[in-house]
């Protein structure tokens, strides 16, 4: 168990809806940063935060926005979702102080659209 | 742009044997690697990283890798497979300066182990 939590495990939705992916990070980090898994990209960067600001940002869709609150869980919202938008979100955390912390993540949420 | 080459996608090797994973990167200058490990279902989990110094590395699980940096390679091994290691095992480069904390993951190589 890496301390980094995610929910929900499963979620099946339909093309053009909406969902929320939630995340809480370990205890004490700063970081939280999100990926998707999917079987024709791989495992993807999306977005960086660090202490409830955008830190980073990678190929993430303008469809999908994230952010981090005050407790520093953070939520992935996607919206107007496409059968492509199919795949395993991965949530992962890091210590504060740096560069050489390593990134622990979730078990992921399973995303699937009908 | 960095890039991650894992070449071999799927691996089969019979329980007590050696194994090698190998992993080759595409950056202007050395980035921090990283070896991960998914088992199914589950998140992903470090086994072991590359910064700096020693170009063996060790990790958990009996695992190994070697940086070398002439090959542009960053290959994982073990002495002796047990059942318990299949599992999908993804290389992953950081850089050293700048591109925030991003993880770029290679495509994976998928490992099962006969019996």
């Known amino acids: 168990d890496s301390g980094v939590t995610q929910t929900p495990k499963h979620l099946i939705t339909a093309t053009g809806q909406r969902v929320t992916l939630r995340c809480s990070p370990r205890?004490?980090?700063?970081?939280v940063y999100w990926y998707q898994q999917s079987l024709d990209q791989g495992l993807q960067f999306l977005i960086q935060?660090?202490?409830?600001?955008?830190?980073a940002k990678g190929n993430i869709l303008e469809r999908f926005s994230a952010q981090q609150f005050p407790d520093l869980h953070s939520e992935l919202n996607l919206s107007s979702l496409e059968l492509g938008d199919s795949a395993l979100y991965f949530c992962a955390s890091s210590a504060p102080g740096g560069f050489y912390n390593e990134q622990f993540f979730g078990p992921g949420t399973r995303l699937t659209v009908l | 742009a960095q890039s991650v080459t894992q070449p071999d996608i799927h691996i089969t090797v019979s329980e007590g044997a050696s194994l090698e994973l190998r992993c080759n990167y595409s950056?202007?200058?050395?980035?921090?690697l990283f070896w991960y490990v998914q088992s199914p279902g589950q998140g992903l989990q470090l086994l072991l990283k590359?910064?700096?110094?020693?170009?063996l590395v060790q990790g958990i699980k009996g695992f190994e890798a070697e940086f070398k940096r002439s090959q542009s390679s960053f290959n994982l091994r073990k002495p002796s497979v047990h059942w318990s290691d299949a599992a999908e095992y993804f290389c992953?480069?950081?850089?050293?300066?700048?591109?925030?904390?991003?993880?770029?993951f290679g495509t994976g190589t998928q490992l099962k182990v006969e019996l």
């Open positions: 992953a480069v950081k850089p050293t300066t700048g591109g925030g904390n991003k993880l770029t």
């Open positions: 935060y660090y202490n409830g600001e955008e830190r």
């Open positions: 205890s004490g980090d700063l970081s």
């Open positions: 590359y910064f700096s110094g020693d170009t």
């Open positions: 950056y202007g200058a050395t980035p921090y």
